[in-house]
């Protein structure tokens, strides 16, 4: 089983659109997000990419409460990839501090090849 689980999670990319979780409180939201990519870490069987796109790639500039989780998340080999337009659009092109720049060929792209996605 946890074979089974290691292959699904291998190939399953989560497209991240917002630096909180859910809607209603942004506290419990903002909360609820680092709760779950710390989980990410936890897990032992890492999913392949997490993509960054619109105030999502709040989550990978300079300040964010989860840069030491993406960085063990890169470290085991997750692609940690944050929208270019989206980091130019709140101005945090020079505050990049978890993960790589891309464009929307590259998210694309990979979002096609993927067996599974997951919007958060």
């Known amino acids: 089983e946890r074979a089974a689980s290691r292959e699904r999670l291998q ?18 939201g903002s909360l609820l997000m680092r709760n ?4 990410l870490t936890r897990r032992g069987d890492f999913p392949k990419a997490l993509v960054f796109l619109n105030a999502g790639v709040k989550l990978c500039a300079a300040g964010s ?3 030491e989780e993406l960085a063990l998340l890169e470290e085991n080999g997750v692609q940690v990839l944050a929208c270019g337009t989206c980091l130019d659009y709140f101005q945090l092109q020079s505050s990049l501090a978890a ?22």
Request: aromatic fraction near 8%; charge should be negative.
């Open 36 to 39: 779950f990519i710390y989980t």
């Open 11 to 28: 190939d399953q990319v989560f497209l991240i659109t917002a630096d909180q979780l859910g809607r209603g409180s942004e506290e419990l």
């Open 99 to 120: 993960g790589r720049v891309t464009n929307m060929y590259d998210i694309a792209d990979l979002l096609a090849g993927s067996k599974k996605t997951t919007t958060i």
């Open 65 to 67: 409460p989860v840069l």
